[in-house]
């Protein structure tokens, strides 16, 4: 919550607090080691890359950040490549569509009971 909430102060430009959150999560995770805990400034890539170590592995976290940060136009993307996204495997084995994954499907049984999402269809690539 405390990367949430940096994040929204250095949206508005409060740079001051986002940096006080940010340290306050650096030094809970950082009591065991010899790491400097504290930044001296934060910028949004610090507060991505803080988020990225802090929620490694925690479900589907990592990719409504992404999705998040690709519509406030922090990251692209559209121009991510297999590896970008930690794929490990053949390249060639990698689909991923913008258009398509960036929004999860509606269930047809919401499409069926309301006339104006029928009329609308689904989101782009679920047909």
């Known amino acids: ?3 949430a909430v940096a994040e929204a102060f250095l949206k508005t430009g409060d740079v001051a607090n986002a ?3 940010v340290n306050d999560v650096r030094k809970r995770a950082r009591v065991s080691t010899p790491i400097p805990a ?3 400034t934060v910028d949004m890539q610090s507060i991505m890359d803080e988020r990225l ?3 490694a592995g925690e479900e589907n976290i990592r990719w409504s950040d992404l999705r998040r940060w690709h519509a406030a136009g922090y ?3 559209a121009t991510w490549t297999p590896a970008d996204f930690g794929y490990p495997f ?3 084995l990698f689909t991923f ?11 047809t049984s919401e499409i069926n009971s309301n006339p104006l999402m029928r009329a609308e269809g689904n989101n782009p690539g679920y047909n």
């Open 97 to 107: 569509e913008l258009d398509k994954h960036l929004l999860f499907p509606i269930p």
């Open 53 to 55: 170590f802090e929620l």
């Open 1 to 3: 919550m405390k990367l």
């Open 75 to 77: 990251i692209d993307l």
């Open 90 to 92: 053949d390249p060639s």
């Open 38 to 40: 504290d930044l001296a």
């Open 19 to 21: 940096i006080i959150q």
